[in-house]
T-cell receptor
Framework: AQKITQTQPGMFVQEKEAVTLDCTYD???????LFWYKQPSSGEMIFLIY??????QNATEGRYSLNFQKARKSANLVISASQLGDSAMYFC?????????????FGTGTRLTIIP | NAGVTQTPKFQVLKTGQSMTLQCAQD?????MSWYRQDPGMGLRLIHY???????DQGEVPNGYNVSRSTTEDFPLRLLSAAPSQTSVYFC??????????????FGPGTRLTVL
């Protein structure tokens, strides 16, 4: 069974500061993928970044980077130079390659609020 | 290319009423799924489908039915709504993949309240 844990229900960060959102996971599959989604107040789910378990380097997408520590089973999202528009819910999710079920297992999310 | 569309955006039902949440995608994705989002619980998989005529249960299937007669559409039916089904429902679609990387595309969600 797969499990995602996000231990920060809410965070407040000053604008322009960097922020780290924590995510730990548990799986017995050797191959898996980790995803981060952003959910603004409008409600849609926006894909941010992906990290594969065999990737040698941490994933980066613009201001987003993923601090992947495989031995610790953590996949923290780092947002550099935060902006007011970063205020949203953030979900960490995982899937193991399983042809026939593309299911994502989600964490409970972190509500990030950027303070001007 | 509309992506994944869901209707309605909002719905209020009385206990015991039935309704169908609609989901459609125009990306020719084989895989479609329904999640529900509840406060403090993240998104949980209700049902999924790997192609027309093929559906299976997720982790919270009770009280919901699905069918898939076309590649494009994957409706979710509530046969007898209960207050416990008050939630935000997301439809998602993707290609079938044997890889751990497979981006799922989400619809805008349907906010359902059962009184």
């Amino acid at each position: 069974a797969q499990k995602i844990t996000q231990t920060q229900p809410g965070m407040f960060v000053q604008e322009k500061e960097a922020v780290t959102l924590d995510c730990t996971y548990d799986t017995s599959d050797p191959s898996y993928g980790l995803f981060w989604y952003k959910q603004p107040s409008s409600g849609e789910m926006i894909f941010l970044i992906y990290q594969g378990s065999y990737d040698q380097q941490n994933a980066t997408e613009g201001r987003y980077s993923l601090n992947f520590q495989k031995a610790r089973k953590s996949a923290n999202l780092v947002i550099s130079a935060s902006q007011l528009g970063d205020s949203a819910m953030y979900f960490c999710a995982m899937r193991a390659p399983n042809f026939g079920n593309e299911k994502l297992t989600f964490g409970t999310g972190t509500r990030l609020t950027i303070i001007p | 290319n509309a992506g994944v569309t869901q209707t309605p955006k909002f719905q209020v039902l009385k206990t015991g009423q039935s309704m169908t949440l609609q989901c459609a995608q125009d990306m020719n994705h084989e895989y479609m799924s329904w999640y529900r989002q509840d406060p403090g619980m993240g998104l949980r998989l209700i049902h999924y489908s790997v192609g027309a005529g093929i559906t299976d249960q997720g982790e919270v299937p009770n009280g919901y039915n699905v069918s898939r007669s076309t590649t494009e559409d994957f409706p979710l039916r509530l046969l007898s709504a209960a207050p416990s089904q008050t939630s935000v429902y997301f439809c998602a679609s993707s290609y079938q993949s044997g890889s751990s990387y497979n981006e799922q595309f989400f619809g805008p969600g349907t906010r359902l309240t059962v009184l």
